[in-house]
Protein backbone atom coordinates (compact mmCIF):
# COMPACT_ATOMS: atom_id res chain seq x y z
CA UNK A 1 0.00 0.00 0.00
CA UNK A 2 1.60 3.72 -0.66
CA UNK A 3 2.27 5.56 1.80
CA UNK A 4 0.42 8.03 0.76
CA UNK A 5 -2.84 6.16 0.77
CA UNK A 6 -2.22 5.37 4.50
CA UNK A 7 -5.00 7.75 6.67
CA UNK A 8 -2.34 9.08 9.29
CA UNK A 9 -4.05 10.42 11.84
CA UNK A 10 -2.68 12.11 15.49
CA UNK A 11 -4.70 12.80 18.57
CA UNK A 12 -4.26 13.44 22.41
CA UNK A 13 -4.97 10.99 24.85
CA UNK A 14 -4.90 11.33 28.86
CA UNK A 15 -2.29 14.11 27.23
CA UNK A 16 -0.54 11.69 25.59
CA UNK A 17 0.50 11.92 21.47
CA UNK A 18 -1.51 9.01 20.13
CA UNK A 19 -1.03 8.08 16.12
CA UNK A 20 -3.41 5.67 14.89
CA UNK A 21 -4.70 5.17 11.02
CA UNK A 22 -8.58 5.21 10.43
CA UNK A 23 -9.63 3.73 7.03
CA UNK A 24 -13.55 5.28 7.21
CA UNK A 25 -14.68 4.73 3.21
CA UNK A 26 -17.85 3.76 3.89
CA UNK A 27 -19.61 6.93 4.25
CA UNK A 28 -22.36 6.61 1.86
CA UNK A 29 -23.55 2.89 2.87
CA UNK A 30 -27.73 3.14 4.01
CA UNK A 31 -26.77 0.52 7.03
CA UNK A 32 -24.89 1.21 10.28
CA UNK A 33 -21.18 1.49 9.39
CA UNK A 34 -19.70 -1.11 11.69
CA UNK A 35 -16.01 -0.61 13.38
CA UNK A 36 -12.84 -3.01 13.31
CA UNK A 37 -10.32 -2.10 15.90
CA UNK A 38 -6.94 -3.52 14.95
CA UNK A 39 -4.46 -4.20 17.81
CA UNK A 40 -0.64 -4.78 17.37
CA UNK A 41 1.67 -6.98 19.56
CA UNK A 42 4.67 -5.51 21.22
CA UNK A 43 6.91 -3.72 19.76
CA UNK A 44 4.54 -3.44 16.72
CA UNK A 45 3.08 -0.38 15.25
CA UNK A 46 -0.08 0.04 13.02
CA UNK A 47 1.79 -0.68 9.58
CA UNK A 48 1.91 -4.52 10.98
CA UNK A 49 -1.66 -4.78 9.80
CA UNK A 50 -1.43 -3.51 6.15
CA UNK A 51 -1.24 -6.73 4.33
CA UNK A 52 -4.78 -7.09 5.38
CA UNK A 53 -6.50 -3.39 5.28
CA UNK A 54 -7.49 -3.36 1.77
CA UNK A 55 -9.76 -6.49 2.23
CA UNK A 56 -10.83 -5.20 5.32
CA UNK A 57 -11.94 -1.96 4.93
CA UNK A 58 -14.15 -2.64 2.48
CA UNK A 59 -16.64 -3.61 4.96
CA UNK A 60 -15.88 -2.02 7.77
CA UNK A 61 -14.29 1.47 9.17
CA UNK A 62 -11.35 0.16 10.09
CA UNK A 63 -8.97 1.64 12.65
CA UNK A 64 -5.46 0.89 13.71
CA UNK A 65 -4.09 2.70 16.85
CA UNK A 66 -0.24 2.74 17.57
CA UNK A 67 -0.68 1.64 21.37
CA UNK A 68 0.64 3.76 23.79
CA UNK A 69 3.85 3.26 24.41
CA UNK A 70 4.90 1.81 20.79
CA UNK A 71 4.98 2.68 17.18
CA UNK A 72 5.14 6.32 16.97
CA UNK A 73 2.72 7.32 19.95
CA UNK A 74 4.45 8.67 23.25
CA UNK A 75 6.06 6.35 25.54
CA UNK A 76 5.33 7.77 29.23
CA UNK A 77 7.52 6.60 31.62
CA UNK A 78 4.71 4.94 33.79
CA UNK A 79 4.38 1.50 34.90
CA UNK A 80 2.66 -0.37 31.58
CA UNK A 81 0.18 -2.75 33.41
CA UNK A 82 -3.15 -3.86 32.22
CA UNK A 83 -5.14 -1.28 34.12
CA UNK A 84 -3.00 1.05 31.82
CA UNK A 85 -3.42 -0.20 28.67
CA UNK A 86 -7.38 -0.59 29.34
CA UNK A 87 -7.88 3.17 30.55
CA UNK A 88 -5.87 3.73 27.40
CA UNK A 89 -8.36 2.06 25.19
CA UNK A 90 -11.20 2.81 27.11
CA UNK A 91 -10.00 6.50 26.46
CA UNK A 92 -9.56 6.35 22.51
CA UNK A 93 -12.26 5.23 21.43
CA UNK A 94 -14.30 7.87 23.93
CA UNK A 95 -11.90 10.29 21.80
CA UNK A 96 -13.44 8.88 18.40
CA UNK A 97 -17.17 8.64 19.64
CA UNK A 98 -17.18 4.43 19.34
CA UNK A 99 -19.14 3.44 21.62
CA UNK A 100 -18.31 -0.56 20.60
CA UNK A 101 -16.40 -2.53 17.94
CA UNK A 102 -14.85 -5.74 17.14
CA UNK A 103 -11.83 -5.99 18.44
CA UNK A 104 -8.68 -7.87 16.56
CA UNK A 105 -5.87 -8.85 18.54
CA UNK A 106 -2.36 -10.01 18.15
CA UNK A 107 -0.31 -11.69 20.40
CA UNK A 108 0.12 -8.43 23.30
CA UNK A 109 -2.94 -6.61 21.50
CA UNK A 110 -4.81 -9.77 21.59
CA UNK A 111 -4.12 -10.31 25.70
CA UNK A 112 -4.96 -6.53 25.70
CA UNK A 113 -8.53 -7.20 23.78
CA UNK A 114 -9.39 -10.16 25.44
CA UNK A 115 -8.93 -8.34 29.09
CA UNK A 116 -10.79 -5.44 27.32
CA UNK A 117 -13.97 -7.96 26.67
CA UNK A 118 -14.01 -8.63 29.84
CA UNK A 119 -13.67 -5.53 31.05
CA UNK A 120 -16.04 -3.90 28.95
CA UNK A 121 -18.21 -6.36 27.72
CA UNK A 122 -21.04 -3.51 26.28
CA UNK A 123 -17.91 -2.08 24.24
CA UNK A 124 -17.15 -5.15 22.52
CA UNK A 125 -19.23 -6.85 19.75
CA UNK A 126 -17.23 -9.63 18.63
CA UNK A 127 -13.79 -10.45 19.50
CA UNK A 128 -11.24 -12.30 17.03
CA UNK A 129 -7.33 -13.24 18.81
CA UNK A 130 -4.42 -13.81 16.61
CA UNK A 131 -2.31 -16.07 19.18
CA UNK A 132 -2.78 -14.14 21.98
CA UNK A 133 -0.54 -13.62 24.68
CA UNK A 134 -0.76 -13.77 28.21
CA UNK A 135 -1.00 -17.99 28.49
CA UNK A 136 2.50 -19.05 28.92
CA UNK A 137 4.30 -19.81 32.20
CA UNK A 138 7.98 -19.29 29.96
CA UNK A 139 9.63 -17.97 27.60
CA UNK A 140 10.38 -19.56 23.77
CA UNK A 141 13.67 -19.53 21.77
CA UNK A 142 11.46 -16.99 19.25
CA UNK A 143 10.59 -14.60 21.76
CA UNK A 144 14.03 -14.88 23.36
CA UNK A 145 15.12 -13.75 19.98
CA UNK A 146 12.37 -10.78 19.92
CA UNK A 147 13.44 -9.49 23.00
CA UNK A 148 16.88 -9.31 22.59
CA UNK A 149 16.14 -7.44 18.73
CA UNK A 150 13.93 -4.91 20.90
CA UNK A 151 17.26 -4.14 23.80
CA UNK A 152 19.99 -4.04 21.37
CA UNK A 153 18.48 -3.12 17.69
CA UNK A 154 20.38 -4.13 15.28
CA UNK A 155 20.13 -4.66 11.69
CA UNK A 156 21.41 -8.56 12.41
CA UNK A 157 19.17 -8.56 15.57
CA UNK A 158 16.02 -7.97 14.13
CA UNK A 159 16.08 -9.98 11.29
CA UNK A 160 16.83 -13.06 13.17
CA UNK A 161 13.70 -12.22 15.12
CA UNK A 162 11.82 -12.26 12.58
CA UNK A 163 12.89 -14.82 10.43
CA UNK A 164 12.17 -17.01 13.40
CA UNK A 165 9.03 -16.05 13.94
CA UNK A 166 7.69 -16.69 10.45
CA UNK A 167 7.33 -19.51 8.90
CA UNK A 168 8.34 -18.87 5.67
CA UNK A 169 11.30 -16.22 5.26
CA UNK A 170 9.97 -14.88 2.71
CA UNK A 171 7.68 -13.16 4.24
CA UNK A 172 10.31 -10.75 6.50
CA UNK A 173 10.59 -7.68 4.05
CA UNK A 174 13.40 -5.01 4.76
CA UNK A 175 11.55 -2.51 5.69
CA UNK A 176 10.01 -4.88 8.53
CA UNK A 177 13.18 -4.84 9.91
CA UNK A 178 14.12 -1.50 9.19
CA UNK A 179 11.32 0.33 10.73
CA UNK A 180 11.55 -2.28 13.87
CA UNK A 181 15.14 -0.76 14.26
CA UNK A 182 14.16 2.64 13.98
CA UNK A 183 11.30 2.35 16.49
CA UNK A 184 12.93 0.61 19.34
CA UNK A 185 15.62 3.25 19.41
CA UNK A 186 13.20 6.30 19.98
CA UNK A 187 13.52 7.32 23.68
CA UNK A 188 11.69 5.26 26.13
CA UNK A 189 11.06 2.48 23.58
CA UNK A 190 13.20 -0.33 25.41
CA UNK A 191 11.16 0.93 28.51
CA UNK A 192 8.02 0.37 26.85
CA UNK A 193 8.51 -2.53 25.95
CA UNK A 194 9.93 -4.24 29.03
CA UNK A 195 7.92 -2.78 31.49
CA UNK A 196 4.70 -4.23 28.88
CA UNK A 197 6.78 -7.39 29.28
CA UNK A 198 6.79 -7.19 33.42
CA UNK A 199 3.04 -6.13 33.08
CA UNK A 200 1.98 -9.28 31.20
CA UNK A 201 3.95 -11.75 33.71
CA UNK A 202 2.57 -9.87 36.51
CA UNK A 203 -1.33 -9.52 35.45
CA UNK A 204 -3.59 -12.15 36.86
CA UNK A 205 -3.68 -15.39 34.43
CA UNK A 206 -6.04 -14.73 31.65
CA UNK A 207 -7.10 -18.59 31.80
CA UNK A 208 -8.99 -17.76 35.25
CA UNK A 209 -10.76 -15.54 33.65
CA UNK A 210 -11.91 -16.92 30.03
CA UNK A 211 -14.91 -18.08 30.92
CA UNK A 212 -15.98 -14.27 31.63
CA UNK A 213 -15.35 -13.69 27.53
CA UNK A 214 -18.80 -13.51 27.08
CA UNK A 215 -18.77 -12.13 23.35
CA UNK A 216 -18.56 -13.99 20.20
CA UNK A 217 -14.78 -15.12 19.92
CA UNK A 218 -12.76 -16.58 16.97
CA UNK A 219 -9.14 -17.42 17.46
CA UNK A 220 -6.32 -17.64 14.87
CA UNK A 221 -3.16 -19.28 15.01
CA UNK A 222 -0.69 -20.14 12.61
CA UNK A 223 0.27 -24.25 12.79
CA UNK A 224 4.37 -23.34 13.23
CA UNK A 225 3.73 -20.30 15.66
CA UNK A 226 7.32 -20.30 17.70
CA UNK A 227 6.70 -17.21 19.31
CA UNK A 228 3.45 -18.44 21.05
CA UNK A 229 2.82 -22.70 20.38
CA UNK A 230 -0.29 -23.53 19.23
CA UNK A 231 -0.15 -25.87 22.82
CA UNK A 232 -2.07 -22.79 24.46
CA UNK A 233 -4.82 -22.96 22.41
CA UNK A 234 -6.12 -25.82 24.00
CA UNK A 235 -6.81 -23.57 27.34
CA UNK A 236 -8.85 -21.11 24.71
CA UNK A 237 -11.98 -23.74 24.70
CA UNK A 238 -13.32 -22.14 28.20
CA UNK A 239 -14.69 -19.60 25.73
CA UNK A 240 -18.24 -20.82 25.89
CA UNK A 241 -19.25 -18.82 22.08
CA UNK A 242 -16.06 -19.52 20.64
CA UNK A 243 -14.71 -21.11 17.00
CA UNK A 244 -10.96 -22.09 16.31
CA UNK A 245 -9.36 -21.79 13.05
CA UNK A 246 -5.98 -23.20 12.28
CA UNK A 247 -3.82 -21.82 9.41
CA UNK A 248 -1.23 -24.28 7.58
CA UNK A 249 2.30 -23.39 7.05
CA UNK A 250 2.18 -20.46 8.99
CA UNK A 251 3.73 -18.67 12.18
CA UNK A 252 3.11 -16.15 14.67
CA UNK A 253 1.62 -13.61 12.36
CA UNK A 254 -0.90 -15.02 9.88
CA UNK A 255 -2.14 -11.60 8.41
CA UNK A 256 1.37 -10.84 7.10
CA UNK A 257 2.03 -14.20 6.50
CA UNK A 258 -1.31 -15.31 5.08
CA UNK A 259 -3.37 -12.40 4.73
CA UNK A 260 -5.77 -13.71 2.44
CA UNK A 261 -6.54 -16.80 4.28
CA UNK A 262 -6.66 -14.75 7.98
CA UNK A 263 -9.23 -11.70 6.11
CA UNK A 264 -11.80 -15.04 4.75
CA UNK A 265 -11.64 -16.06 8.53
CA UNK A 266 -12.12 -12.63 9.87
CA UNK A 267 -15.01 -11.68 7.52
CA UNK A 268 -16.77 -15.21 7.44
CA UNK A 269 -16.67 -15.01 11.64
CA UNK A 270 -18.19 -11.32 11.26
CA UNK A 271 -20.72 -11.64 8.78
CA UNK A 272 -22.25 -14.42 11.04
CA UNK A 273 -24.92 -13.00 13.52
CA UNK A 274 -24.93 -9.59 12.32
Not at 18 to 23: A, E, H, V
Not at 32 to 47: C, D, M, P, Q, Y
Not at 129 to 149: E, N, R
Request: proline share 6%; net charge neutral.
Amino acid sequence: MPESDIPMRMTHIDGFNIRYLDYNRLTHTSHKIRVLLLLHGIGASAERWLPVIPELSKYFRVIVPDIIGFGYSDKPTVEYTIDFFLAFLQNFLDDLDIHAANIVGSSFGGWMAAEFAIRFKKRTDKLILAAPAGMMLSSTHALDQYIMAALYPTRENALRAFMDMAYDPNHVTEDTVRDFVNRMRLPNAKYAFMSTLLGIRDSPMLPDKLSKILVPTLFIWGDNDNMIPMQYLGDYRRVRNSQIVVIKDCGHTPYVEKPAEFSKALLDFLDKER
